[in-house]
């Protein structure tokens, strides 16, 4: 059988550049590296692992072993300073290599040792206990055969034996007591150090580089690879203090590792790209404009947004925006959010955390501090009392923030969640900021307003409504009201308004709707009342 030209190729690129390594296979050298920074992406990462190691001259097969599984072979990329070329570099996986020991796996096989060693000193404990039990039980016969003890001895005897087996009972129940406690640690701590061991005891990759040193000495190298299974998720806490006040938006991340691979004392990069591999030509899809939805808030658990599949790389930065410490006369503690610098590039924002921080490979969001960002925007309070008594309070800004969930505290307390989403195209948006109980709204159903009478044909139904609205702030609010009348959808009932108190209408919806400026301490009426007429003996729905 006579191989495609192009296939004969092909196998002759792929021998030649294996070829080093073939040469080399015995004579293999493994690093020890270390993991010195991670990029987050939102759905992946970008992992930079660093080693030194001593090589002679000629040719040398340098191994990075421990590495996640989870690695894109594509994406994987080789450094070096020392004197010599690097000729090849391929990947490989290994099932011999386990993972390393995590330092909470260390830690719980720490604590398994010791309560079996604890198990064991109760077991001695309680032989020692059984022991005597027995010699007091086996030499409990009294006095001789032929003379006895008189009655004060034998009850002073009596005595002693008495307390003394029930002290030894009671020790010896102290005891199983005692083990089975320590049994139950020991379960647990096994329960989940199996947990651990299945997650952990996978196939790990290794990447192989084929050195040619022209002489002997130091060689650094640093190795660059992106892996699947980490990603982030932008969250904020929504501090308000006051409504004369900007808002301070509080950028956190949800960071999750489920790459097997621990990061520990990592500088962290936080990329708002997703970046991709992927080399193929990219295709224009239909590009569909539709009404957009609310979305509910989202669950705490880890779930990646998926975007768009597109050429992502990382871009020349345009711009640097350090955040500045406060300078206060007296030393303060200082904040994670201190130590993050923003980048913006062409494709999304990049944030640096100068902090080291430990994120584990345990498929758990851990809480990043990103930076603050102060926001101006104008407040408003909302109510519609038929639906809720209470007034809620909105901000309406123009910052461009990431979109994502939100914990709102408004004047120190914790008020409820909301969505930060920027999929609007206007050019501002709204942020709920929760309820404001010092803003009272009350809505009655006035009796005097509402009567039913008959004229000639018809019949004729009158509603009357009082709201009343209450400041109860230092300071002056606006408040958008809003209520509603019937609408008719048969041309023989007709809706007939009374009475707005300023409000207007809309006749397609029915909805009325007032704007209200409420001075500190203000107390305001609003009427709403109408009347609607339909024939005389005819069922009306919705009434």
Same mark, same amino acid.
């Given at each position: 059988m006579r191989l495609h030209p192009f296939l004969r190729l092909r196998a002759l690129l792929l021998s030649c550049l294996l070829a080093p390594l073939a040469l080399w296979a015995n004579d293999e050298t493994p690093l020890t590296s270390r993991i010195t920074e991670v990029s987050v992406f939102r759905q992946r990462a970008q992992i930079?692992? /660093?080693?030194?190691?001593?090589?002679?001259?000629?040719?040398? +097969?340098?191994?990075?072993?421990?590495?996640?599984?989870? *690695? #894109?072979?594509?994406?994987?990329?080789? &450094?070096?300073?020392?004197?010599?070329?690097?000729?090849a570099v391929t990947h490989r996986v290994s099932y011999l290599n386990t993972t390393p020991k995590t330092p909470r796996m260390q830690a719980i096989e720490d604590s398994v040792e010791w309560l079996q060693a604890e198990l064991q000193v109760l077991a001695d404990e309680q032989f020692v206990r059984q022991s005597e039990e027995k010699l007091l039980l086996e030499n409990g016969k009294i006095g001789g055969?032929?003379?006895?003890?008189?009655? @004060?001895? !034998?009850?002073?005897?009596?005595?002693?034996?008495?307390?003394?087996?029930?002290? !030894?009972?009671?020790?010896?129940? %102290? !005891?199983?007591?005692?083990?089975?406690?320590?049994?139950?640690? *020991?379960?647990?701590?096994?329960?989940? #150090?199996?947990? *651990?061991?299945?997650?952990?005891?996978?196939? =790990?990759? @290794?990447?192989?580089?084929?050195?040619?040193? %022209?002489?002997a000495g130091s060689l650094s190298l640093e190795l660059r690879y992106l892996v699947n299974q980490a990603g982030w998720n932008p969250f904020y806490d929504i501090r308000v203090e006051a409504t004369d006040q900007p808002l301070q938006f509080f950028l956190k991340a949800d960071v999750v590792n489920n790459t097997g691979i621990d990061w520990n004392g990592v500088k962290l990069t936080l990329s708002t790209t997703n970046n991709n591999v992927n080399n193929t030509q990219p295709v224009l899809s239909p590009w569909y404009v539709d009404i957009s939805y609310p979305r509910p808030v989202p669950q705490p658990a880890y779930a990646p947004r998926?975007?768009?599949?597109?050429?992502? /790389?990382?871009?020349? =930065?345009?711009?640097?925006?350090?955040?500045?410490?406060?300078?206060?006369?007296?030393? $303060?503690? /200082?904040?994670?959010?201190?130590?993050?610098?923003?980048?913006?590039?062409?494709?999304?924002? $990049?944030?640096?955390?100068?902090?080291?921080?430990?994120?584990?490979?345990?498929?758990?969001?851990?809480?990043?501090?990103?930076?603050?960002?102060?926001?101006?925007?104008?407040?408003?309070?909302?109510?519609?009392?038929?639906?809720?008594?209470?007034?809620?309070?909105?901000?309406?800004?123009?910052?461009?923030?990431?979109?994502?969930?939100?914990?709102?505290?408004?004047?120190?307390?914790?008020?409820?969640?909301?969505?930060?989403?920027?999929?609007?195209?206007?050019?501002?948006? #709204?942020? &709920? +900021?929760?309820?404001?109980?010092?803003?009272?709204?009350?809505?009655e159903q006035v009796a005097e307003f509402t009567e039913r009478k008959t004229i000639g044909s018809n019949e004729r139904l009158t509603y009357g409504f009082a709201i009343t609205l209450r400041n109860n702030k230092s300071t002056?609010?606006? #408040? =958008?009201?809003?209520?509603?009348?019937?609408?008719?959808?048969?041309?023989?009932? @007709?809706?007939? *308004?009374?009475?707005?108190?300023?409000?207007?209408?809309?006749?397609?919806?029915?909805?009325?709707?007032?704007?209200?400026?409420?001075?500190?301490?203000? =107390?305001? $009426?609003?009427?709403?009342?109408?009347?609607?007429?339909?024939?005389?003996?005819?069922?009306?729905?919705?009434?």
């Open positions: 930079v692992r /660093t080693a030194q190691t001593n090589v002679r001259k000629g040719e040398n +097969l340098l191994v990075f072993t421990g590495l996640s599984r989870h *690695i #894109l072979p594509n994406s994987i990329t080789v &450094s070096g300073t020392g004197k010599g070329i690097i000729q055969d032929e003379t006895g003890l008189n009655p @004060e001895a !034998l009850i002073r005897v009596a005595t002693l034996y008495q307390e003394r087996l029930s002290a !030894l009972r009671k020790e010896m129940r %102290d !005891l199983s007591r005692q083990k089975v406690r320590y049994e139950r640690r *020991i379960a647990a701590y096994q329960q989940e #150090l199996n947990q *651990i061991r299945a997650q952990r005891n996978q196939p =790990t990759q @290794e990447v192989l580089v084929a050195f040619r040193a %022209d002489q998926r975007e768009s599949r597109r050429d992502a /790389t990382t871009a020349n =930065t345009m711009a640097g925006i350090a955040l500045d410490e406060m300078e206060e006369d007296a030393p $303060e503690a /200082t904040y994670a959010y201190d130590y993050t610098t923003t980048t913006e590039g062409e494709l999304g924002l $990049e944030f640096a955390i100068a902090l080291p921080y430990d994120i584990p490979a345990d498929n758990k969001p851990h809480q990043v501090d990103i930076q603050v960002i102060p926001v101006k925007g104008s407040f408003r309070h909302y109510a519609v009392p038929k639906l809720d008594r209470d007034a809620f309070l909105v901000a309406q800004i123009s910052q461009d923030l990431l979109r994502g969930k939100g914990n709102v505290y408004f004047e120190g307390t914790f008020v409820g969640e909301t969505y930060v989403n920027t999929d609007n195209p206007r050019d501002s948006m #709204l942020v &709920s +900021l929760g309820r404001d109980p010092k803003v009272q709204v009350q809505r002056a609010v606006q #408040l =958008t009201l809003e209520d509603q009348v019937p609408v008719s959808q048969n041309k023989e009932i @007709e809706v007939e *308004i009374l009475e707005l108190s300023g409000g207007r209408v809309d006749p397609g919806s029915g909805k009325v709707v007032w704007d209200v400026a409420l001075a500190p301490g203000e =107390t305001r $009426e609003l009427i709403l009342k109408f009347e609607v007429k339909y024939p005389k003996n005819q069922p009306v729905s919705g009434l």
